[in-house]
């Protein structure tokens, strides 16, 4: 195994995806607080829906539109001084997580949107039958029932953030795509951005499995 990895500290590789959980598990759950509010919201204010406001669903569309479609490496770049105001520091593992957040939010708020819109319109309409307010009609009918394609989205989510987390390492972020990009791609260290990329790619291949059997569980509840 040393011989075929002349060039890898194992010990560095494995702080490196220490740092990849932390930078993806911390970003996720920021990432969920806010674009799940913001995904309902975006629901709700939709044409036809319990709170009709064309004129804020089209601005509150328009600026997750935006976000979107900024590619994060220039979000990483345009972020640096929030991204010190908030953490004190832009590099690392706290130097990643705002610009992760920012750039994951409104994918997942989509997704929760797009959950909420498949759920069968006829539940809404029983809810309101019933006389429940749209905070009742929200927490106890559409996310319940949009719960399978939530864990769907959060799963999707988490793997962007594996992505963009390694993206990270650009600008010094951490985690495996730091390691990486300074010795496997700087230093023409071939064996260890084989190792980083197995990594992240089982990584990946593990939040999908636990995502797929988690909507199955939820799908048959």
Do not use: C
């Not at 194992?10 to 970003?27: E, P």
């Not at 975006?42 to 935006?66: C, D, I, M, P």
């Not at 390492?169 to 071939?190: C, E, N, P, S, W």
Request: proline letters at 4%; zero cysteines.
């Amino acid at each position: 195994m040393n011989e075929l990895f002349t060039n890898v500290d194992w010990a560095d590789i494995w702080q490196a995806t220490l740092d990849t959980f932390y930078m993806v598990g911390g970003s996720l759950v920021f990432t969920i607080l806010l674009g799940l509010p913001l995904g309902v919201l975006l629901f709700l204010t939709g044409k036809r829906q319990l709170l009709e406001q064309a004129a804020f669903y089209n601005l509150l569309s328009f600026v997750v539109n935006v976000l979107r479609s900024v590619p994060f490496i220039i979000l990483l770049i345009v972020m640096i001084p929030v991204t010190v105001l908030i953490t004190g520091t832009s590099l690392g593992v706290a130097g990643a997580i705002p610009p992760l957040v920012v750039g994951a939010t409104p994918f997942f708020a989509r997704l929760v949107e797009t959950a909420l819109r498949e759920v069968d319109r006829g539940i809404i309409e029983a809810a309101q039958s019933m006389g429940a307010t749209t905070r009742q009609i929200v927490i106890s009918a559409l996310l319940p029932e949009a719960l399978p394609g939530i864990i769907a989205g959060i799963t999707v989510t988490a793997i962007t953030l594996v992505s963009y987390a390694a993206m990270s390492g650009v600008i010094g972020g951490g985690g495996l795509g730091d390691l990486a990009i300074r010795y496997g791609y700087q230093r023409f260290q071939t064996d260890v951005m084989i190792v980083t990329v197995v990594l992240l790619l089982i990584i990946v291949q593990v939040l999908q499995m636990v995502g797929d059997k988690l909507v199955i569980h939820f799908s048959r509840r």
